[in-house]
Structure formats: structure tokens, C-alpha cells
């Protein structure tokens, strides 16, 4: 009889659907977000906000090692017909977050006032608020996990995005009726971050708690963990660095608040894939042997992506205006503001593709990218270091860096791909 993961295999397009319409119920919510606060702040707020917030990315990125962890080990125990082991799974991972997870946001805290001065801010809250919720966002991600691994999309979703929603709520209010700055964003974040958590550890005992635990020894998921986060942070720096980057060697509005606000519609494009990243991890979870449904199943994500891609991007490229209006309510775009949001959609595209290819490498347990990878992700920030004369040299070398990382771990899934099967 066909396992429960193989026999989920055929199915991607409905769970990927599913996945879609669930997962951009969050990414609206996210959106009327960035309009609430794209209209209440003003240029400098929104750009410390958004800057506060990619720099908080570049931490959320790599913390999807947790969600890829859980997913991966609670795959197989889901497999083997031990769903009533994942609760301990998860509950193994939330002590080692108590234990490791909260020194290490103390120190960033304790460190926020030396920090704030690189960033070119006045008070070091809006880094507190990041490093408190980069704190809750990883125990977050244990739950999307465990969801994500036994293939319940729905609750994973919701879990992944309900945070969005409740931190809309909240901003609304903040920014309304208290104070129209950044660090009432990055409260609503922290505030709806900490909701989830804890409504995500309730939905999960309801969903595998009613499965005996056998008490079998788990697998041992550190390694995994420690080379999923190096695989993730190379990815966060490429995806997320260019934001903070440009605070920190740009101190005037004009320069670091339009970066930011056309570097929020052309992230959006990567964004866009999640989902059929999500629903295709699950599917081809493998210890370094891919077989033929794996590589079936890749192909049909690989086609998805790309259409949706083409067609975001293209929308950046040919109607840049519209988004940038629609969201910031300025209806006299600049003409700087629409080449620098074509530029950032022409290297956010190949990192797109890249998120699909990186989440079916760490599904099969896969981890020689990680050496291409981190090599472009290091070159970017050393290109930003060299060139930055201007923003646009920022955008160039995200292009450059973006197209390389695609070339580079395309070629490595063929390779594996082709020489597994031959084997």
C-alpha cells in the first residue's frame, strides 16, 4: 500500500489551491497593512517601520529552519503511523526555544541602544520590538511545522497567517487613535505574533493529541536544524538585505523611504510562490533519494511558479504605477520611484523560482546548495559595501545576485536529480 505522503503526491495543484486561497487571505491582510500605515505615516516612519521590518525578516527567513525542521521529522513520523509523536516533537523544540531562543533575544534587547545609532534612529524600541518578536515568530514556526508535515494546509495557513490578521486590527487602532509612528506597527506585529502562538499549540493537541504517543525514540533533528538555518539565512540575506542595507548607508528620507516602499511591492512577487512552496515540502519529503512522483510533483511547482512569477512580474514591469498609487495613495508617482520598483521586480523574479527549488532540496534532506548559495549571498553584501553610490547600485547587485543564485541552484537540483537516477 502506497504511504500516506506518496499517495498526497498527486495532489498539488488542490493543496497548493488550497494553500493559496487560505495563505493570501494573510498576505491581503498584510497588504491593507502596508496601505494603513503607507497613508498614516509619514515618508520617515514608513521607512523605519519597513526597514524595521525587512531587518526583521532577515531573522524570520532563517527561523523557517524550525518550520522546515518540524515539517520534515513530523513528515515521516506521519508516515510511519506515529502522528501521536509529533506533540512530543514539538514539545522537545519549544524547551530548546525557552533555553537557547530566549538568551539570545535578551542579548539582541540588551544591545538594541548600540544598535539603534547604525540604523540612524532616535530610540532603540522599534529594535526591541524586532528582536521580541523574532522571539514569538519561532515558536510560530514549530506549529506551521507540524501542520505542514501531517498536510493539514488549511490549519497551517492559518496558524502561518492569522497573525496578519490580528495585527491589522491592532494597527488600525494604534495608529488611529494613539499614534501614527512605526513602533505602533511593530507592536500590532508583536502583539498578533503572540496571539497565533499560543491559538496554534491549542489547534495542534486537537489535531494529533488524540494519537497515542508510542514513546520510540525520535530522530535526531539538530543537524538538520543547523543546516537548514544556514541555508535559510544565505536566502534571508538575498530576499530581505537590501532594505536594511540601504538605511544603513543611506540616511536621507528620500533615498531610504522610496527604497522601501518599492521594495515592498517587488518582494511581493516571492512571496506569491509560498504557497506552492509549502504545499510541494511535504510532498517530497526523502532522505537524498528522490523518486520519480518527487521529481513529477517538482516539475508541476516549478511550472506554477514560473507562471505566476511571469505574470507579477510583468505587471511590476509594465504598470509600476498602479501598485505604488494604490498603496501609498501618491497619485504623482516620481519617475525614480517606478525604475527603482522594475529594477528590485527583475531581481526579486529568479529568487522567487530560487524558494521553490531551496524548499524541494531541504525536503529531500539535501544540503550541497548551500555552498553556491551562501557564495551569492556573501558577494551581495560585499557588492553593497563596494558599490553604494546610489540606490541603484543596491538594485543592480540584488539583480546580479538573484539571477546568479537561480543559474547556481537550478544546475544543482538537475545534477543531483539526474545522477540519483541513473544511480
Not at 501521536?84 to 544591545?111: C, E, Q, S, T, Y
Not at 532540496?361 to 559595501?385: D, I
Amino acid at each position: 500500500m502506497a504511504s500516506p505522503i506518496k499517495k498526497e503526491s498527486d495532489k498539488l495543484f488542490r493543496h497548493g489551491l488550497i494553500v493559496l486561497l487560505v495563505f493570501h487571505f494573510g498576505s491581503i491582510a498584510n497588504l491593507v497593512f502596508q496601505y494603513v500605515t503607507g497613508h498614516a505615516l509619514s515618508k520617515a516612519e514608513f521607512g523605519i517601520l519597513y526597514s524595521m521590518l525587512s531587518f526583521l525578516l532577515v531573522f524570520m527567513i532563517p527561523m523557517r529552519a524550525l518550520q522546515t525542521t518540524i515539517s520534515h521529522f513530523a513528515g515521516h513520523l506521519h508516515e510511519q503511523g506515529r502522528a501521536g509523536d509529533i506533540l512530543r516533537l514539538v514539545r522537545l523544540w519549544n524547551r530548546k526555544l525557552i533555553f537557547v531562543g530566549v538568551p539570545i533575544a535578551l542579548v539582541g534587547i540588551l544591545l538594541s541602544g548600540q544598535l539603534a545609532s547604525l540604523f540612524h534612529l532616535t530610540s532603540a524600541w522599534p529594535l526591541v520590538l524586532v528582536f521580541s518578536s523574532a522571539l514569538m515568530f519561532a515558536f510560530l514556526q514549530v506549529y506551521v511545522g507540524a501542520f505542514q508535515g501531517v498536510q493539514s494546509f488549511t490549519l497551517m495557513c492559518l496558524v502561518a497567517n492569522g497573525w496578519n490578521l490580528i495585527r491589522l486590527g491592532i494597527v488600525i487602532i494604534l495608529v488611529k487613535f494613539v499614534a501614527p509612528l512605526a513602533i505602533s506597527g511593530l507592536g500590532a506585529h508583536l502583539f498578533g505574533s503572540v496571539f497565533v502562538a499560543v491559538a496554534g499549540f491549542l489547534m495542534l493537541k486537537k489535531v494529533v493529541g488524540v494519537t497515542e504517543d508510542t514513546g520510540a525514540p525520535l530522530d535526531e533533528t539538530d543537524r538538520y536544524f543547523i543546516l537548514s538555518v544556514v541555508a535559510l539565512l544565505a536566502f534571508s540575506v538575498l530576499m530581505n538585505g537590501d532594505v536594511a542595507l540601504v538605511k544603513i548607508y543611506f540616511s536621507e528620507e528620500v533615498d531610504y523611504g522610496d527604497y522601501a516602499r518599492a521594495s515592498l511591492i517587488g518582494r511581493m512577487i516571492v512571496f506569491l510562490v509560498q504557497p506552492v512552496a509549502m504545499a510541494l515540502f511535504p510532498k517530497v519529503v526523502a532522505k537524498g533519494v528522490a523518486t520519480s512522483a518527487h521529481k513529477r510533483t517538482l516539475v508541476k511547482a516549478l511550472i506554477m511558479s514560473c507562471a505566476m512569477i511571469a505574470v507579477a512580474t510583468a505587471f511590476c514591469l509594465l504598470l509600476p504605477r498602479l501598485p505604488l498609487t494604490i498603496i501609498f495613495g501618491d497619485m504623482a508617482v516620481d519617475a525614480r520611484s517606478v525604475r527603482l520598483l522594475r529594477v528590485i521586480a527583475l531581481g526579486m523574479a529568479p529568487l522567487a523560482l530560487s524558494f521553490v527549488l531551496l524548499n524541494y532540496e531541504l525536503a529531500q534532506h539535501r544540503f550541497r546548495f548551500m555552498v553556491p548559495l551562501t557564495c551569492c549571498a556573501v558577494l551581495y553584501v560585499g557588492g553593497v559595501m563596494v558599490f553604494h553610490n546610489s540606490i541603484w547600485d543596491v538594485g543592480v547587485v540584488l539583480c546580479c545576485a538573484g539571477w546568479a543564485s537561480l543559474a547556481l541552484l537550478l544546475t544543482d537540483t538537475v545534477l543531483l536529480t539526474r545522477k540519483i537516477t541513473t544511480e
